[in-house]
């Protein structure tokens, strides 16, 4: 049987970088591949308690079906939180005209697709960092988007070929990015380069997708403001989750976004899924209001202060020189680049012949067949023992390539 | 702020009706208006029970990132359960060369959605019996669809017209159907229906997408086929749903397609919410295999027997005979008819000054713009108190319409 799909589908390449992941089950494996938050991250017995209690006290409200922009109080608290800590979310009640409004999205990648579903037509430019998170790439290409990279240098996004990019392609309507601890380079842009792009969305009307997944893991460093903060234009729509901070797998992110463009977003999500898993909203709610947060945020950041610790360590121990990585302040990844004498998937296949796990850096072009120098580790999910051995793995691979 | 949205967004239409249904919160209000499924057939005592268990033995697993094809083991229950049940699923084993396969889905929308997504191009016709499913129509057109209508007849979707429809609309490639206790009119195809729809599919090169949310709330009269079973060909996507069995507000659905379609269908899931809420896929996986599903089923059913049941008596008492109905052996809803001198949503409105909540008929409609005479009851949400007096309201406004 010969099926015809769709030309955004159709386009999508499948991916030669998936089938290096695809390794067998293998006990002696080590995975630096992965993005998920550490298991240690995940407030077990608070979570079971406080489920005990909603299916004893909610679950009529629980189990039934729920609003598509998300659970009242689940979003007032949020609101309320992200405000105070982000100094995020501008309303009517302050004078704006734009009103930014809280959604309950399931994940912070849904959020990331629906703003690009309503803004945009297939066929157009989404503008990106280079390299930049595969989820959201392949949402604008599924969504039939042309994704356009601009290169980063070391405070961020390069700002004057933004602009150059900008200028060429005029059909452009958004800009996404994730200005602090990006995935997959793991640095965070400066506050000049997050003032200047700001002034140039708001001089060729362009719209901000700023994706924060990782900004309540900062381990060191001073914290950095968000883009959205600075939005008194009604021009940034700022997306983030829970998923790093109380589970990945119950997908239960945010958004806040001017009430126009949520209330848009709203009507896409109802035909996708209609709602987020309402139980795991509540206990959301339940969680952030009656059980503390910034106490629980604080031994994640132990944990990944630690683990990224070790891995610095050990690559610093392991690596020659002429392979360089980033220091991350937080966030779960390092990112390495290669000399240009060596061949990044050259290289990465020959760290899976070594059992071990790393994902090749032109997973995340713009551009799905340029190649790239550089390939991305997680600290988060593996032990401090894989941790080492690890790196030790990967320090004889660049041995042998660097020594060829 | 002037915001410029996307083609297929900007073009969906702010609902008339909904205004209609947002009703003051009112405790005098009673609405027949909701799709919801009996707070009473949500299996409470075990869904805590064994999630309790799962916080206790397997909290690692279930709050962590999962596969987005789903949970392996609700894939492989879900699969064999709708094998036995509904004869659903061909494989290679078995000589097959579509090779079916089992995806879990965030609901049974998000299966109708994706199906759409990876087999259309936005402008292109989906061909849908007339009035549907509001949730699937909307889906439909928030990817840039153009949704075309089929009359309904005694025996289901009118057999003649839907080929007259396909001649007419080459570029259409889905067929999109609720076969069984159809939404919103509660009724269900014949054999031969089903048969005639299957045989015109395979002649014309379509794809039919089978929507069976309801199956398993047979109350009364004998079992029918589904499409997907009569499906030699690989031309069958059907989708359903743990939602009016176990719980709506988990959100967790399923879709048996063919390998081909399913593998693309998770390609565009991935983008949307990387993968269902994963504590409640386990949570599902070891209801559907610890316990007695199929108790709990006919415990749904007698609730859903008797309301439906009370709703008949009460129409056949309060209700003029110019007001016709469908008499439904399962699902959610019942379809009345209005006679050709009562404008449809004026009666809507009508019965909402009285304070009853029931759903225009033109919600369902293919054709946005066209009228109706049609309006959608549900009997499953409201008490038998409810029940008794929301018909006592209807047959008041009735009565004041059709002595006019």
Redesign the interface.
């Known amino acids: 049987?010969q099926?015809?799909?769709?030309?955004?589908?159709a386009g999508?390449k499948p991916s030669a970088i998936r089938e290096i992941l695809k390794a067998p089950a293998d006990s002696e494996t080590i995975s630096f591949a992965a993005?998920?938050?550490s298991?240690e991250s995940?407030p077990?017995e608070q979570?079971?308690r406080l489920?005990?209690d909603i299916?004893?006290h909610q679950?009529?409200?629980?189990?039934?079906?729920?609003a598509t922009d998300g659970y009242p109080p689940l979003r007032a608290a949020i609101a309320k939180w992200q405000k105070e800590r982000w100094q995020i979310g501008k309303t009517a009640d302050e004078g704006y005209?734009?009103n930014d409004t809280t959604l309950i999205v399931?994940?912070g990648?849904?959020g990331i697709?629906l703003c690009c579903?309503?803004?945009?037509?297939?066929g157009e430019a989404v503008i990106c960092e280079d390299p930049s998170f595969i989820?959201a790439l392949?949402?604008f290409r599924?969504?039939?988007m042309r994704t356009l990279g601009v290169p980063m240098n070391d405070e961020g996004i390069d700002v004057d070929a933004l602009e150059q990019t900008i200028k060429a392609n005029p059909d452009a309507?958004l800009l996404y990015v994730i200005p602090t601890f990006q995935n997959p380079m793991g640095i965070s842009w400066s506050v000049e380069t997050r003032k200047a792009v700001y002034a140039l969305a708001k001089k060729y009307g362009l719209?901000i997708l700023e994706d924060n997944p990782y900004g309540e893991t900062r381990f060191a460093g001073q914290e950095l403001p968000t883009l959205k903060s600075m939005d008194e234009?009604?021009?940034v729509v700022y997306c983030s989750t829970l998923?790093k901070v109380l589970?990945?797998?119950?997908?239960v992110g945010f958004v806040v976004a001017?009430e126009?463009?949520a209330s848009?977003m709203v009507?896409?999500k109802?035909?996708?899924?209609?709602?987020?898993?309402?139980?795991?909203q509540i206990l959301c709610h339940r969680y952030i209001t009656e059980c503390d947060l910034y106490a629980h945020i604080d031994k994640i950041k132990d944990i990944y202060r630690r683990k990224c610790n070790l891995m610095l360590d050990c690559l610093a121990k392991e690596l020659p020189e002429q392979i360089t990585y980033t220091k991350p302040e937080g966030g779960l990844f390092i990112w390495c680049t290669l000399p240009d004498s060596v061949d990044g998937m050259e290289f990465v296949r020959a760290c899976k012949a070594k059992k071990l796990l790393v994902v090749p850096g032109a997973t995340f072009n713009c551009d799905q067949d340029a190649p790239s120098q550089g390939f991305r580790l997680n600290f988060s999910t593996p032990s401090d023992a894989q941790i080492v051995e690890g790196c030790a793995r990967l320090g004889a691979v660049a041995k042998e390539f660097l020594s060829k």
């Open positions: 049987m099926y015809r799909f769709s030309d955004s589908i999508m993005g998920n938050p298991p995940f077990v979570l079971a489920s005990a299916f004893a679950s009529t409200l629980a189990l039934q079906y729920g005209d734009f399931s994940g990648t849904q697709e579903r309503v803004l945009c037509n297939p989820g392949n949402a599924a969504a039939g309507h719209i234009d009604g021009v998923s589970s990945a797998g119950m997908r001017p126009q463009i848009k009507i896409v109802q035909t996708e899924d209609v709602h987020t898993n309402l139980f795991f």
